[in-house]
């Protein structure tokens, strides 16, 4: 066992140096039973809320997150269901009205719902594919041979659009200068007037 211990902590700790195929297997490895635990623990609830709102309390895989257990020991038993407490008729009442009101409206608003269901499905699809998060340190190991100087096309654009800047200051300057002449002449013309 110490051994195997020994070997799985290397093969963890040498991760980067793995085959590109390897690495893709354990992400899609990962991102799997992250999915399968979310809804594994949507499920759970959502059996809870309904059976609760009846008058029971109902747990499937009710030790699942027990840490003082084994693992075998976790899964048993399989369902649990024990009569609520008394006193929480009102509380199981508000939670119908507001679950089933909340999925009137969802129902209602289809074009809304849609977006949700077509975003958590791109969601996924990014999860999968590994490009919900950008890997910048990747793009640098690969390019780590190549120049980080600015090719002679990239300083002549960046040129080209400094003077252009500089004109449009300048004729910035320009219209700025010639309202405030306009409005002193304006003024003048008005004192004139008047005297």
């Known amino acids: 066992m110490t051994t195997a211990l020994v070997i ?12 590109n195929f390897l690495k893709v297997f354990v ?17 759970r609830a959502l059996v809870f809320l309904f059976v609760w ?23 048993v038993p399989v369902i649990s269901m024990e009569a609520t407490k008394e006193g929480q008729l009102p509380y199981r009442i508000g939670v119908f ?10 129902v209602t608003q289809p074009s809304e719902f849609d977006g949700f269901v077509k975003g958590q499905g791109d969601f996924i ?30 300083l002549l654009k960046k040129l080209d659009s400094e003077d252009e800047e500089e004109e449009k200051e300048l004729s910035e300057e320009e219209a700025a200068e010639a309202l405030l002449n306009s409005l002193v002449e304006d003024e003048e013309d008005i004192e004139d007037d008047e005297e």
């Open 8 to 19: 799985g902590f290397l093969c963890c700790t040498c991760f980067p140096i793995w085959p």
């Open 27 to 43: 992400w899609y490895m990962s991102v799997s039973l992250l999915i399968f635990i979310f809804f594994l623990i949507t499920f």
């Open 53 to 75: 709102i009846i008058g029971y309390e109902c747990w499937v895989l009710p030790n699942l997150f027990d840490e003082s257990l084994g693992f075998c020991e976790s899964f």
């Open 97 to 106: 009205v507001a679950f089933f009101s909340f999925c009137y409206w969802a």
């Open 125 to 154: 699809k990014d999860l999968y594919a590994g490009t919900l998060l950008s890997d910048m340190s990747q793009k640098d190991k690969e390019n780590i041979d190549k120049p980080k100087m600015p090719s002679l096309e990239d």
